[in-house]
């Protein structure tokens, strides 16, 4: 029998089965319909069944039904393109972008160098109950606190601009404004080292100087602050030109972006041999308003609870050069720092539910294929990570997808279980600590940022006269 048969089959099935319901209920109750009543039982609803089924039906067919491809115009081709590809070739070329590290300045409660905070971690120190610091409860605060001569700091700033005293009536920025002169001072001295071979006849030095402060800082202050940082002891004009620039920043990740940035500027730079970068920030939250801040919003550090984070305080600068610059200064033993590679979780690390370090290891993937470094070239892991289980368990789950060959406890160093929390520089004080692994072990060190909530951010530090096995793939 044909389809159509059987749709008119179905249709007279459908009425006649209808009708005799319709009428034998009429005939039971011995009603006697009028005309509405016959064209509404015995019409319109066979009709509406039936058309009820065949919408139904068209409605299922559609959805079983595979989406037709829809026909696309086809667009220019990119390779006909002269600047579509030289801006292709051109990101090509400067992902591939490294900056060489002349030297590291860090001081926070792990140590006064990174030799120190690597050791303290080694040692697996940890942050104590600090009795000048309590809680509502009256209870010491956990904090990682740096070993400071606040009576030498008050007088070192007497004589600082009103605006700045202004500033320093802040406990936290009094504090970190004294860490980063300790940070400042060994970096001048050896600028200024750096100037004195130079041939006058080569032209002066370009010192740029960035000055990574945290965000909640106004920038009302940021003159003054400029004003103090041309005080310290940087070669005479006659030798280098300065550049200071003051740049906000809210996160880890924000930092080394900041970084980031650094290295593609300075290899765009047309004459990179009289350049000098010095990238240096300051933080401390280990102050009582500080403390009273944190337990206010994001809760403090207890035995009762271990997943809060613990107050912290440092200061970084790292001394870049690039290569040409390296060159003419004769400097052979510097590290390389490739370019930052970062990411953002969908969701927050504490929003519940199984943690895993998917994300960080596709970073890491990806960060081992652009760079052409082999995983296991790869001896040691430096990062940020604290005491907190989430994050441990992440920043281990990804480093054991991309680098199973590392040992956790003593390759894979996590300056934030010593130092705590120093956001927005934790990403960089692992970043110095990660350049003297490398020049240490003699072989590329990973450095990893997982402080905050979701950001990610990684990169690779290489030692001098490294190469890898394999060219980095031309994409």
């Given at each position: 029998?044909?389809?159509?048969?059987?749709?008119?089959?179905?249709?007279?099935?459908?009425?006649?089965?209808?009708?005799?319901?319709?009428?034998?209920?009429?005939?039971?109750?011995?009603?006697?319909?009028?005309?509405?009543?016959?064209?509404?039982?015995?019409?319109?609803?066979?009709?509406?069944?039936?058309?009820?089924?065949?919408?139904?039906?068209?409605?299922?067919?559609?959805?079983?039904?595979?989406?037709?491809?829809?026909?696309?115009?086809?667009?220019?081709?990119?390779?006909?393109?002269?600047?579509?590809?030289?801006?292709?070739?051109?990101?090509?070329?400067?992902?591939?972008?490294?900056?060489?590290?002349?030297?590291?300045?860090?001081?926070?409660?792990?140590?006064?160098?990174?030799?120190?905070?690597?050791?303290?971690?080694?040692?697996?120190?940890?942050?104590?109950?600090?009795?000048?610091?309590?809680?509502?409860?009256?209870?010491?605060?956990?904090?990682?606190?740096?070993?400071?001569?606040?009576?030498?700091?008050?007088?070192?700033?007497?004589?600082?601009?009103?605006?700045?005293?202004?500033?320093?009536?802040?406990?936290?920025?009094?504090?970190?404004?004294?860490?980063?002169?300790?940070?400042?001072?060994?970096?001048?001295?050896?600028?200024?080292?750096?100037?004195?071979?130079?041939?006058?006849?080569?032209?002066?030095?370009?010192?740029?100087?960035?000055?990574?402060?945290?965000?909640?800082?106004?920038?009302?202050?940021?003159?003054?602050?400029?004003?103090?940082?041309?005080?310290?002891?940087?070669?005479?004009?006659?030798?280098?030109?300065?550049?200071?620039?003051?740049?906000?920043?809210?996160?880890?990740?924000?930092?080394?972006?900041?970084?980031?940035?650094?290295?593609?500027?300075?290899?765009?730079?047309?004459?990179?041999?009289?350049?000098?970068?010095?990238?240096?920030?300051?933080?401390?939250?280990?102050?009582?308003?500080?403390?009273?801040?944190?337990?206010?919003?994001?809760?403090?550090?207890?035995?009762?609870?271990?997943?809060?984070?613990?107050?912290?305080?440092?200061?970084?600068?790292?001394?870049?050069?690039?290569?040409?610059?390296?060159?003419?200064?004769?400097?052979?033993?510097?590290?390389?720092?490739?370019?930052?590679?970062?990411?953002v979780r969908d969701k927050s690390l504490h929003a519940g539910g199984?943690?895993?370090?998917?994300?960080?290891?596709?970073?890491?993937?990806?960060?081992?294929?652009?760079?052409?470094?082999?995983?296991?070239?790869?001896?040691?892991?430096?990062?940020?990570?604290?005491?907190?289980?989430?994050?441990?368990?992440?920043?281990?789950?990804?480093?054991?997808?991309?680098?199973?060959?590392?040992?956790?406890?003593?390759?894979?160093?996590?300056?934030?279980?010593?130092?705590?929390?120093?956001?927005?520089?934790?990403?960089?004080?692992?970043?110095?600590?990660?350049?003297?692994?490398?020049?240490?072990?003699?072989?590329?060190?990973?450095?990893?940022?997982?402080?905050?909530?979701?950001?990610?951010?990684?990169?690779?530090?290489?030692?001098?006269?490294?190469?890898?096995?394999?060219?980095?793939?031309?994409?």
């Amino acid at each position: 029998m044909s389809a159509n048969a059987l749709r008119i089959v179905g249709v007279v099935l459908t009425i006649a089965i209808v009708w005799a319901l319709v009428l034998g209920w009429w005939q039971s109750n011995d009603h006697r319909p009028d005309s509405e009543e016959l064209a509404l039982y015995l019409l319109a609803l066979p009709l509406a069944l039936i058309g009820g089924y065949w919408l139904l039906r068209f409605s299922i067919d559609r959805l079983k039904a595979k989406p037709e491809n829809e026909a696309v115009a086809p667009g220019p081709v990119a390779d006909a393109d002269p600047l579509a590809l030289a801006r292709a070739k051109t990101a090509a070329a400067e992902r591939l972008f490294s900056l060489p590290v002349v030297e590291t300045f860090v001081v926070a409660a792990g140590g006064a160098s990174a030799d120190e905070i690597l050791a303290a971690v080694e040692a697996s120190k940890r942050p104590e109950p600090v009795p000048e610091l309590v809680d509502a409860a009256g209870f010491p605060v956990f904090a990682a606190a740096a070993e400071l001569d606040l009576a030498a700091a008050a007088e070192a700033f007497a004589d600082s601009p009103p605006g700045l005293r202004k500033l320093l009536e802040r406990d936290d920025a009094l504090r970190a404004l004294w860490l980063l002169d300790q940070v400042l001072r060994p970096a001048c001295e050896m600028i200024g080292q750096l100037a004195e071979p130079a041939e006058p006849s080569s032209g002066k030095l370009k010192l740029q100087l960035f000055c990574l402060l945290p965000a909640a800082w106004k920038d009302s202050y940021f003159a003054d602050l400029r004003s103090w940082l041309q005080l310290f002891d940087w070669p005479p004009g006659e030798m280098a030109e300065l550049h200071i620039q003051i740049i906000p920043v809210a996160s880890d990740v924000d930092a080394l972006r900041q970084v980031d940035a650094t290295i593609l500027e300075a290899n765009r730079e047309e004459d990179g041999s009289r350049l000098l970068i010095l990238v240096a920030g300051a933080m401390s939250t280990v102050t009582r308003d500080s403390v009273a801040e944190r337990e206010a919003t994001v809760g403090l550090f207890s035995p009762q609870d271990q997943e809060r984070s613990i107050p912290g305080e440092g200061a970084v600068a790292i001394l870049f050069a690039p290569e040409a610059a390296c060159a003419r200064l004769n400097l052979t033993e510097c590290v390389a720092v490739s370019r930052v590679a970062h990411a953002v979780r969908d969701k927050s690390l504490h929003a519940g539910g199984r943690i895993r370090g998917v994300l960080i290891g596709e970073l890491l993937a990806d960060l081992l294929k652009v760079s052409g470094v082999a995983a296991e070239d790869i001896k040691a892991a430096v990062v940020d990570t604290d005491h907190r289980s989430a994050h441990s368990t992440e920043m281990l789950e990804g480093l054991d997808t991309a680098l199973p060959h590392l040992d956790p406890l003593k390759d894979c160093p996590a300056t934030g279980t010593v130092n705590a929390c120093l956001t927005p520089l934790g990403g960089l004080l692992a970043l110095a600590c990660a350049c003297h692994r490398a020049r240490v072990d003699q072989a590329p060190t990973l450095c990893l940022s997982n402080q905050h909530d979701r950001e990610r951010a990684a990169l690779l530090v290489r030692p001098a006269g490294f190469s890898p096995a394999s060219e980095p793939p031309n994409t």
